[in-house]
């Protein structure tokens, strides 16, 4: 089945930087990413998405990049504010099972003002 | 909830008792999915369903029971089998093969 590893498990910027978070699938067939954001005692929340057939999305301060070779995908955050503070997970279709999606195991971030 | 709710939103289970938790959709979605999150922690997957009458375990089933006679219902019942259920569950729901999911805002369960 796919495999998802997400680093950093947390991250600290100060207000007004970016922020990476990268993850790395294992199946090569994957053609859909996902990234949820999930602020304290709320539902995640689907922010950004890419497809396998382009290599970057963005919209207005987050973006997504996909590097099909090195298997790995990554969500940038720039000029952050405190309401970016939260956790990101990213995911990946499992490919043993149809609809299914592999989460990270997830990136708090903390914006400091 | 965006298509999706859950209910109740906190939940209080005794020693020995069985609980349901509800799960609806009116997104016409075919799959369903139940997750646990612990504090602190990512997301677990418990049992899920790709079409009615159909469903599978996840990775930690053990102590839960689903049903999906309804395309629109998935509800979750947390067994007394299940000795340390005390999480925050979300439910989500998914139009097939590469697509996000949408989550309900979630049950948070505790035992007393």
């Known amino acids: 089945g796919e495999n998802v590893e997400q680093h950093p498990s947390t991250l600290s910027v100060q207000e007004g930087d970016s922020a990476v978070i990268k993850c790395t699938y294992s199946d090569s067939a994957s053609n859909y990413f996902p990234w949820y954001k999930q602020e304290l005692g709320k539902r995640p929340q689907l922010i950004i998405d890419?497809?396998?057939?382009?290599g970057e999305k963005k919209d207005q301060r987050i973006a997504v990049t996909l590097n099909k070779t090195a298997k790995h995908f990554s969500l940038h955050i720039t000029e952050t504010q405190p309401e970016d503070s939260a956790v990101y997970f990213c995911?990946?279709?499992?490919?043993?099972?149809?609809?299914?999606?592999?989460f990270g195991a997830g990136t708090q971030v903390v914006v400091t003002p | 909830d965006g298509g999706i709710t859950q209910s109740p939103k906190y939940l209080f289970r005794k020693e020995g008792q069985n609980v349901t938790l509800s799960c609806e959709q009116n997104l016409n979605h075919d799959a369903m999915y139940w997750y646990r999150q612990d504090p602190g922690q990512g997301l677990r997957l418990i049992y899920y369903?790709?079409?009615?009458?159909?469903?599978q375990k996840g990775d930690i089933a053990e102590g839960y029971s689903v049903s999906r006679e309804k395309k629109e219902s998935f509800p979750l019942t947390v067994t007394s089998a299940q000795k340390n259920p005390t999480a925050f569950y979300l439910c989500a729901s998914s139009i097939g093969q590469s697509y996000g999911y949408t989550f309900g805002s979630g049950t948070r369960l505790t035992v007393v």
């Open positions: 890419i497809r396998s057939n382009v």
């Open positions: 995911a990946a279709p499992s490919t043993d099972s149809w609809g299914k999606l592999q």
């Open positions: 369903s790709q079409i009615v009458n159909d469903f």
